[in-house]
């Protein structure tokens, strides 16, 4: 992609955020329905916590500040999710279903790019801030602290994470141009994500090589949780990069490959 290109899609990302800002605070209510959600979502959350630390000191060799840390980038990624990636893959199945794509696929931005950016929801970034004062919690209990070059590190671990659950989630959405129905790929990404609130090193094997190459979970939550903690190696983050690079190149083969599948509204 070419500068202009970047520069253009900054832009239109910018654009799209003020459109869904406007729009949303039509509807300011909405911030308190989101603000009880993420209370309660974050309070079970702890109580569970509490439940597992009553009876030990530690869950697969984290300590309850680390695993703080976790259940607040958990909190976090799934603010960035129902903030701009799920509303646009909910968006992008409907619009193949009805043959409505044809009003992006006529304008002069990439497509992919189009469909990813269109619908933000700005009330979800509630979940944001308060994944972030559980990692401030979190980080304020670790008995060593944390050094500023793995806040760092973990930042860019965290959206590289997120570059990763929006190739998956786009690659499934994808699955639109082959099948009629795909309404429940919302939830059942919902109820694998949950998954994602305890280290994953903690399941089974079979569950964490799925929730590791499959639902990019660890390198979404996890991964970012280590860097954090003072537990990362070279070679996750080396294989963190080289993951989100593969699943960027397998999704724009997806995405041209599904183009060619949608035939319209006029079909």
Same mark, same amino acid.
């Given at each position: 992609m070419t500068r202009p290109h970047v520069l253009g899609g900054f832009r239109l990302a910018w654009l799209s955020f003020r459109v869904g800002a406007l729009n949303e605070l039509q509807y300011r209510a909405n911030f308190f329905i989101q603000l009880a959600q993420s209370a309660v979502a974050v309070g079970t959350g702890l109580v569970a916590l509490a439940l597992v630390f009553s009876h030990t000191d530690e869950l697969g060799g984290w300590t309850r500040p680390e695993? &703080?840390? @976790?259940?607040?980038l958990f909190t =976090?990624?799934? +603010? =960035?999710?129902?903030?701009?990636?799920?509303?646009n893959m909910q968006r992008l199945i409907d619009d193949v279903? &009805? +043959?409505?794509l044809d009003y992006v696929l006529t304008r002069p931005e990439d497509a992919q790019l189009l469909v990813s950016v269109r619908e933000i929801r700005i009330w979800s970034l509630v979940? @944001? &801030?308060t994944g972030i004062i559980v990692v401030a919690v979190g980080i304020a209990q670790l008995p060593g602290g944390v050094t500023i070059g793995g806040v760092l590190e973990a930042a860019v671990l965290l959206l590289l994470g997120a570059v990763m659950v929006y190739c998956f989630l786009l690659i499934v959405t994808s699955g639109a141009f082959w099948f009629v129905r795909m309404d429940q790929i919302q939830e059942l990404f919902d109820g694998i994500y949950r998954a994602g609130q305890y280290p994953v090193g903690i399941y089974p094997g079979w569950l964490r090589f799925g929730l590791t190459f499959l639902v990019p979970l660890a390198f979404a939550i996890t991964v970012p949780a280590e860097a954090m903690t003072g537990r990362l190696d070279a070679v996750t983050v080396l294989g963190a990069v080289a993951l989100t690079v593969a699943a960027l190149t397998l999704t724009r083969v997806v995405w041209r490959r599904g183009l060619r599948r949608y035939g319209g509204a006029s079909s």
């Open positions: 695993l &703080l840390v @976790v259940m607040g =976090i990624m799934g +603010g =960035i999710i129902a903030t701009v990636i799920q509303p279903r &009805l +043959g409505t979940d @944001v &801030l």
